[in-house]
Structure formats: structure tokens, C-alpha cells
Nanobody
Framework: QVQLVESGGGLVQAGGSLRVSCAASGRTFSVYILGWFRQAPGKEREFVAA????????YYADSVKGRFTISKDNAKNTVFLQMNSLKPEDTAVYYCAAMTRSTWGSQRVSDFGSWGQGTQVTVSS
């Protein structure tokens, strides 16, 4: 079992920046990819970004490419999502997720088996 704990959400104005973090613990040796998803009220959970456990080969949803950056601190088993040029439509609960299969590039919710509790990000206009 992999435990994931997010932190760092909050309220920011449009055009601003925010960084969320996710600390992984437990059976981390089984993790192949760490990712971020988000879910706005009344909408389905959608992929945002992901990165290999090694901290290499990030990939992004088209909607955040060029604005968001995912990175990993290997010493702390923590993945970060730096969000710049935020828009009101980025408002959502952001979830950290872990994949134990070697399916790099997947954006499917069903491919990620472990999830954090989520952290709220609100972007005001």
C-alpha cells in the first residue's frame, strides 16, 4: 500500500502561482509513476500531469502544458506541481495518485491505484 498526502492548496488570483506537494510513503518501491489529477464540482476527474518515480520523463495534459511543471524530490519521496498563470478554470480539488504499472503516458484514472485525500485550489477572477 502506498500512502499519499497532499498539501499546499489555497486561494490565488488569476494569473498568480501556487505549488502543491505530495509526500509518498509505504510501499514506494512498487511505484512507477506519480501523477496529479483534478476534479471540479460537477465534473469528472481529469489528468493534469505525471512523472516517473525516478523524477524523469514528465508528461502533461494539453490544458496545462506550458503553465504547470511537475517535479520530484527523490530524497524526500515528494512530488510537486508548480502552477503558474493560473486561470479560474483551474479551480478544482487536486489529487495526487500513484501507478504501479509501467504505462508511461497514461492519463487514465483507472491506471492509478493509490490516491491522496486531495487539496483545494481556488483561482479567483
Amino acid at each position: 500500500q502506498v500512502q499519499l498526502v497532499e498539501s499546499g492548496g489555497g486561494l490565488v488570483q488569476a494569473g498568480g502561482s501556487l505549488r502543491v506537494s505530495c509526500a509518498a510513503s509505504g510501499r514506494t518501491f512498487s511505484v512507477y509513476i506519480l501523477g496529479w489529477f483534478r476534479q471540479a464540482p460537477g465534473k469528472e476527474r481529469e489528468f493534469v500531469a505525471a512523472i516517473r518515480w525516478s523524477g524523469l520523463l514528465p508528461y502533461y495534459a494539453d490544458s496545462v502544458k506550458g503553465r504547470f511543471t511537475i517535479s520530484k524530490d527523490n530524497a524526500k519521496n515528494t512530488v510537486f506541481l508548480q502552477m503558474n498563470s493560473l486561470k479560474p478554470e483551474d479551480t478544482a480539488v487536486y489529487y495526487c495518485a500513484a501507478m504501479t504499472r509501467s504505462t508511461w503516458g497514461s492519463q487514465r484514472v483507472s491506471d492509478f491505484g493509490s490516491w491522496g485525500q486531495g487539496t483545494q485550489v481556488t483561482v479567483s477572477s
